[in-house]
């Protein structure tokens, strides 16, 4: 593994369906975020992880959960998916929380139908 | 609210310089940020500023004035694989990002 890595890179899931989402890193960053991006519209973060056993909400947490058992994983978990739940969801870390660079894993394509 | 502007699309041709404008309005500012990204992959870090006044590295150059809530990406000497979208972010002292929707820009030859 080198640098952030998320799984599946793509995804059909039916409508109630529950679903995690993987992301790993191995560059021992302290910061983890979950962004979804929609056409049109900015990143927007769903939740994030300032170090590990710590979560908090971003600005789209509704219907998303986190955890941040260790330092590499973030997975992210949708309860039960809904249509508009459908878009490209990115994890990111970074060494510090505010001021440092990002660096993303490749996305997860989500279609809920 | 919070607010980041940026135009939505831009079109260039290769060799010449293209200015990628980026107005912000947060609660807070800790930062701005440049990211490129390509059609279907991930967003990868262009640049950071934090303090006013412009940061050159390489073609790619960012501007920043706080007082103006205003930033801008200088891309000179312009090349096809630059095609891509420029997103700008700012850092609004709260532990998170806020991302403007991004700039496509196209490329001609």
């Known amino acids: 593994i080198a640098g952030i890595t998320q799984a599946p890179t793509s995804q059909i899931l039916a409508a109630g369906r529950r679903m995690t989402l993987r992301c790993t890193q191995d560059?021992?960053?302290?910061?983890m975020y979950w962004y979804r991006q929609d056409l049109g519209l900015g990143l927007r973060l769903i939740h994030y992880?300032?170090?590990?056993?710590?979560?908090g909400k971003g600005e789209v947490p509704d219907g998303y959960s986190v955890s941040r058992a260790n330092t590499d994983d973030f997975p992210l978990t949708l309860a039960s998916a809904v249509p508009s739940q459908t878009s490209v969801y990115f994890c990111?870390?970074?060494?510090?929380?505010?001021?440092?660079?990002?660096?993303f894993g490749q996305g997860t394509r989500l279609t809920v139908v | 609210g919070q607010n980041i502007d940026q135009p939505t699309e831009m079109t260039a041709t290769e060799g010449a310089i293209v200015q990628i404008n980026c107005t912000y309005q947060?609660?807070?500012?800790?930062?701005l940020f440049w990211y490129q990204q390509h059609a279907g992959e991930a967003p990868t870090f262009l640049s950071y500023?934090?303090l006013d006044g412009l940061e050159e590295k390489g073609r790619f150059s960012s501007f920043l004035s706080r007082s103006k809530g205003y930033s801008y990406l200088l891309l000179k000497e312009l090349q096809m694989k630059d095609s891509a979208s420029y997103l700008c972010?700012?850092?609004?002292?709260?532990?998170?990002?806020?991302w403007g929707a991004g700039t496509k820009l196209i490329i001609k030859p």
């Open positions: 500023n934090v």
């Open positions: 947060t609660s807070g500012f800790n930062g």
């Open positions: 560059m021992r960053h302290n910061a």
């Open positions: 992880s300032n170090t590990a056993g710590t979560t």
């Open positions: 990111a870390s970074s060494e510090g929380t505010e001021n440092t660079e990002a660096f």
């Open positions: 972010a700012v850092s609004n002292g709260n532990y998170q990002l806020i």
